[in-house]
């Protein structure tokens, strides 16, 4: 690729890059979206969130196609299932990724505001704030991009998930944003992919333990998320501006 070619595109307005990346890819394989934002869009500057939950080896093993060392962030938040630790190992191990960088809450802030760890009970916002999404900011540092493995099927506001796009400052991949659950249950049997303990007893989406169960509506996979509670999304994909005041 030409080096002008390149310089335009980095310096292409964040609207017009998007409508670009949008048009061109919309419709594009996982594979060919990954590559196209691993080693044309975001050389060096691109990474992936994972939870390490239901359907996170998809992904996993797409970008592990590419490249192994690719920085995989996993926040830590001190409230996963043991199982959810137990299968963060094993994926590591089977797909060989050499860059899981665990990102845990800040220990200070945490005494104060969550001495106990029982914040979740009371606030699963602010709980939500300080295990999740500011650990997430210091760990994005020096990333112009992060890859999401968020799907249309999981509903909600996720219905309307384009390929790419933008907030906070920064850009968001979704490769997997047009896949069903069958597209899922394909490729974790055509990779020979484990699946996280939990899915056979019910959970078909996995976050810490005391905000997940298995799923109410067998039909809504995130419905075992902040089951009972206004919640739906952890705060990671809302804009900071939409973000509840937890300081
Ligand atoms: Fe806290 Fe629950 Fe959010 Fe985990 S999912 S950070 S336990 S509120």
């Given at each position: ?5 390149q310089?335009?595109?980095l310096?292409q ?5 998007l409508?670009?990346l949008n ?5 594009a394989?996982a ?6 934002s ?14 390490f939950?239901?359907?996170?080896a ?12 690719f ?5 830590e ?8 630790l137990?299968?963060k ?7 060989g ?17 969550d001495?106990k ?8 916002d ?5 295990r ?12 112009d ?11 909600g506001?996720r219905?309307s998930?384009?390929?790419?796009e933008?907030?906070?400052?920064r ?26 303990p ?10 810490c333990?005391p905000c ?8 809504d996979i ?5 089951a009972g ?8 994909h809302?804009?900071?501006?939409e ?5």
């Amino acid at each position: 690729m030409p080096y002008a070619d390149q310089q335009t595109r980095l310096q292409q307005p964040v609207e017009e890059r998007l409508a670009r990346l949008n048009g061109e890819l919309r419709h594009a394989s996982a594979t060919t979206i990954l590559r196209a934002s691993l080693l044309r869009e975001w050389p060096q500057k691109l990474t992936y969130v994972s939870s390490f939950g239901a359907e996170s080896a998809v992904m996993l093993a797409l970008i592990a196609d590419v490249d192994p060392d690719f920085p995989v962030i996993f926040l830590e938040t001190g409230l996963h299932f043991p199982q959810t630790l137990d299968y963060k190992d094993k994926l590591i191990d089977q797909l060989g990724l050499t860059n899981v960088r665990e990102t845990p809450p800040n220990e200070t802030e945490r005494k104060v505001l969550d001495p106990k760890d029982r914040l979740w009970q009371s606030d699963p916002d602010a709980c939500c704030a300080l295990r999740k999404v500011r650990p997430l900011e210091p760990a994005l540092e020096g990333f112009d991009a992060w890859i999401t493995g968020r799907k249309r099927f999981h509903g909600g506001a996720r219905m309307s998930l384009p390929v790419f796009e933008h907030s906070a400052g920064r850009f968001k991949v979704n490769p997997l944003a047009s896949w069903t659950q069958e597209d899922v249950d394909r490729f974790f049997v055509q990779r020979n992919l484990p699946r996280h303990p939990l899915v056979d007893q019910g959970y078909p989406s996995i976050g810490c333990w005391p905000c997940t169960r298995p799923a109410e509506d067998p039909s809504d996979i995130r419905s075992g998320r902040w089951a009972g509670m206004a919640k739906t999304e952890c705060g990671l994909h809302v804009d900071k501006a939409e973000r509840p005041r937890v300081f």
